[in-house]
């Protein structure tokens, strides 16, 4: 799997889609620069539907993400029946809800998740996600880890971390991760557009961690994915409506959960493949503009 030419939704896949699911809008913590409104849980009926309507798509696997997953009770009953329709799952959280018990049911799920981890130390991580969970991450991380479950960390940039990526890296090495990708906040999801615009890299400070990671892949024993150091995506590699799409908390299919405007499908609705293709081949075309 090629890290640096998919973002870090990566698919090895080019032939079939990975899906971002978010499950759910509900969440435990309140990061100023996520477009998480807590206001969407889908029914576990119209779960039903969506998996029964992407049979007609070519889907390799399927990613939850939120919001946090966890918060839903019926988390593993929607792996399970995700499992029972042939495809992969994985997953994208916090960590802050996960336990012992938990990640030994995980196990029968997923082979690798993805943790969100932007700050190698308490202080930071309170400052970046407004709560004190940076103690609980990094012993579900150990805990993924010692259970088997290849850890993927992504860590969301910003003015205040941005000093800190060497020691970031550092501690997912010490974690023992598999990979972690570096990326940086897109402005215009976010519910407060305003904050995110303050702390925002400079092209300076982008091209810093970029020569910084150079760096560092050598003599790093992680991959490290930075395809998204940048403001906005724009990058005619992105792999969205290619082999990635996205499904929004309120049902709709898109080509990507990070470009939210663009065209939309309700996928509990009645769909057939031409939709699909509509869909897509729109998207492809505003990175022509
Ligand atoms: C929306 S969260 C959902 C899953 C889970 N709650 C978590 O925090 O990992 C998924 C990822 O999106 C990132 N994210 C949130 N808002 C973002 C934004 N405006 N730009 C780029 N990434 C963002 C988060 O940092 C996190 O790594
Ligand atoms: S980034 Fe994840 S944890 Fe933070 S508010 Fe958004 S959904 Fe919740």
Redesign the pocket.
Known sequence: MSYDLSC?FRNGDKNKYRILW?ITDM?N?R?P????KGTNNITIEDVKKILDNLKILQIKDIIL?????FLRKDIFEIMDMIQRGGYCVDL????TLLDKEKISNLKKYVSEI???L?AHNRELYRVLRGRDDFDKVIQNIRELVFQGIAVHL???LNSHNYPFVEQIIALAEELRVDSIAV?????D??NDVDY?KSVLLTDAQCKDIMLLIERLRPVTGIIINTK?IRKVCDNKQCMAGKNILGITSDGYLISCI?RRNSRKIKITGKIDAQMLHDLTADYMESFQK
């Open positions: 870090c978010e969440c913590q990061c620069f996520c477009h998480a993400t939120g919001g946090e997953p994208c959280t916090n960590g993805s943790v969100s932007d992504i860590c969301t990326a940086n906040i897109i402005a999801i976010a995110v998204n990070m």
